[in-house]
């Protein structure tokens, strides 16, 4: 069992000798990776601060007259990740530890990013006990908070380090015993307000024998699945809750990025794509909307989330940016509309009930949308039961033709 341990040994090096110590007195090979850019590391590590550099393209002396500690800390980020997936792919990694502050969070997870979901991934960080959304992005780190600064050994950095090395321990020498699932994997997105349609989608898909995993559309969610897309873990997308790209074009705290509906069709998977939770744009607290929306309809979820209502203005433009990242799929692709409401509270007598603006993102999903794209409407709200219906079974028989669906109904 080996252990990567990342970190910049000319500032961190007492502690990263540590956890090495740590592991090791538990019988699990160390191997240390020094991130370090601008002095010597106390002790020879197993890939050199060096070696990290030049898998960036660059050269540690080229990063020390540069002098630029931004540059050094994403170029030695990108040289980390590369040096962590050839050790893995070389079986020599089979968990990776961090610990350091803002500079070192930055490199460690970097490389942590760069793993499949399930290699263990642990990162003691100064910076755990914030906004760690940069940090983790959509991959399984963890991130323990290291309550003192990394800053020299003392009795509570011990305990820490210590704790964190255990765990890590724990995590390579121990088999879960997770079987791993040969059906056809299918990809959900989900909102609080579209559960019930994913309940019954999900329900009618298992039963079909396909496995589903739901992720929560709050950015980081459809990042994630579109990532498991293009590594080839998910085999067919049921996108109810495209709810991320309302947040995104008006500037909610949700949104998933420019490329948000891009991985199925690039890859050619199949894909059912609905309009859930488009009426809504999320923030924090109430207090925490920015100004310039003050006089726009609202709705407090709960104390830490405030939804926004879109305007017919937003919902045309969010039409027209479906139906083109739609239109682009080179795999099998359809657009389920539900037309009676598009989120648990767009149904009459509901807060965010607009037909107007709803008008205006149908209207502009049919006008823009190509003939490739095959168009359902129906004239029931997204968490109908005949919604969930066509939907799933609208997917099955994309998988069905492509040679994706299972093998016999469970």
């Not at 006990?129 to 003392?154: C, F, H, K, Q």
Request: aromatic share 4%; hydrophobic share 40%.
């Amino acid at each position: 069992m080996s252990v990567v341990i990342i970190g910049t040994l000319d500032t961190k090096g007492e502690e990263i000798g540590f956890a090495r110590d740590v592991l090791e007195a538990q019988g699990v090979d160390a191997h240390v990776v020094d991130a370090g850019v601008m002095g010597e590391p106390p002790f020879d590590p197993d890939t050199s601060a060096d070696a990290v550099a030049e898998a960036a393209g660059t050269t540690l002396e080229a990063l020390r007259e540069a002098g630029d500690r931004g540059e050094a800390t994403a170029a030695m980020g990108e040289g980390a990740a590369d040096v962590a997936r050839r050790l893995h792919e070389d079986g020599d990694l089979e968990g990776v530890l961090g610990l350091g502050g803002s500079g070192n969070t930055s490199i460690a997870t970097a490389a942590m990013r760069a793993l499949p979901i399930g290699v263990p991934k642990l990162m003691v960080s100064t910076m755990a006990s914030g906004d760690t959304e940069p940090y983790v992005g959509a991959r399984d780190v963890m991130m323990l908070y290291s309550v003192a600064d990394i800053e020299g050994l003392n009795q509570l950095s011990r305990r820490v380090i210590a704790n964190a090395a255990l765990a890590m321990v724990g995590m390579v020498t121990n088999d879960p015993g997770v079987a791993v699932d040969d059906r056809p994997t299918v990809g959900i997105t989900m909102f609080g307000v579209t559960t019930p349609c994913v309940q019954t989608a999900r329900e009618r898909l298992e039963a079909k024998g396909y496995e589903t995993i739901v992720f929560h559309a709050t950015g980081t969610g459809g990042r994630a699945m579109e990532s498991l897309v293009e590594e080839g873990v998910v085999d067919g997308v049921l996108d109810v809750t495209t709810t991320e790209w309302a947040d995104e074009l008006v500037g909610g705290v949700l949104g998933a990025g420019p490329d948000r509906l891009e991985a199925a069709g690039a890859e050619g998977v199949p894909q059912v794509v609905s309009t859930g939770a488009l009426d809504m744009v999320n923030f924090g607290p109430r207090e925490s909307v920015p100004e310039e929306f003050e006089g726009r309809q609202f709705h407090v979820h709960n104390p830490q989330v405030t939804l926004m209502r879109t305007t017919p203005e937003e919902n045309a433009e969010l039409g027209e940016i479906l139906a083109e990242k739609l239109n682009a799929a080179d795999g099998p692709t359809a657009l389920v509309v539900p037309l009676e409401g598009v989120s648990a509270i767009d149904v009459e007598g509901e807060d965010f009930h607009d037909p107007e603006a709803d008008a205006a993102l149908f209207e502009a999903l049919r006008s823009t949308l190509d003939d490739d794209v095959e168009l359902v409407e129906l004239e029931a709200d997204i968490n109908d039961e005949a919604v969930a219906t066509a939907l799933a079974d609208t997917l099955d028989e994309y998988m069905r033709a492509t040679g994706r669906a299972p093998s016999e109904e469970g």
